[in-house]
């Protein structure tokens, strides 16, 4: 090969370099862009800065239609949130009165000498009140926290005062009904927020009651690397094996209890509360032998 076909070789092949160089170069420009917009849309910064036929600047003009679509579409679920916000404030206001007059009413005529029957239907208008008040507070608390409306606040603390608050606050139905409710001492720590953690608790532990006939109801906590964990015990009437995935469901009431009191949001509250700390709930049952609901809360 000749002098000349080396050196038109040697240009054909500068200039193919050059060439993927120059491609290589436009590439990193390019994506060097992309980043540089995506960096100002987290920001909010963002604007479109050409307006020329390149794809750069379409890709700038679609960038800027997303993001004032995005803001619109956030300034909606804003003020939807907003409007839930109102209407569930609205709901709890407007139910206190009247539901706290008809427990009101009821107590005033259970104390009025009246006939059997009529002393039958005050106690159960009674009973229902309480129901529905319970029921109207659970759902206003269940749609405060599913909406972001009562955000949790998890903070590091000791588990014994919160145990005790809660075996304080059902001292005196446990011992209506004649059962027993143990606390063991414990000095385990975890994180979470006290006021609906012990929400959660009170649930479950209201619900070992009501469905405790006789025996004992405990209350313990133990400490591992990662969680704490809390057992309520009791020997109730136990769950069976196909519902015990089933009654953290909204609403769901097994069959075998449905004649006995409930709404069947307790359970479900407990675990949207417990979830949302970071932690979760389980349960083990034997019917007829009593159940165990365990809350692991994280360290």
Known sequence: MNKTGIVIILLCFLAAAAVVLWERRKVIKTMEEIERMLDAAMTGSFSETTFDESQLSALETKFAHYLSAAEASSQNIAQEKDKIKTLIADISHQTKTPIANLLLYSELLMEETLPASANAN???????????????????????????????????????????????????????????????????FAIFDFKWTAEALANI???????????????????????????????????????????????????????????????????????????????????????????????
């Open 205 to 299: 532990v209201d619900n070992a009651i009501k469905y405790t006939e006789h025996g004992t109801i405990t209350i313990s906590a133990v400490s591992y690397e990662m969680f704490a964990r809390i057992d309520i015990s009791d020997t109730g009437t136990g769950i069976s094996e196909s519902e015990q995935a089933k009654i953290f469901a909204r609403f769901y009431r097994s069959k075998s209890v449905r004649e006995q009191e409930g709404v069947g949001i307790g359970l479900y509250l407990a675990r949207q509360i417990i979830s949302g700390e970071g932690g979760y709930i389980k349960v083990a049952s034997v019917p007829e032998k009593g159940s165990t609901f365990s809350m692991f809360l994280p360290k």
């Open 122 to 188: 005050v106690e159960a208008l009674y009973k229902q009140s309480e129901k529905l008040r319970f029921l109207i507070d659970s759902l206003v608390k269940l749609s405060r926290l599913e909406n972001g409306i009562i955000s949790l606040a998890p903070q590091q603390a000791a588990l014994q005062p919160l145990l005790e608050s809660v075996v304080e606050q059902y001292a005196a139905k446990v011992s209506e009904k004649g059962l027993s409710l143990q606390l063991q001492d414990t000095d385990a």
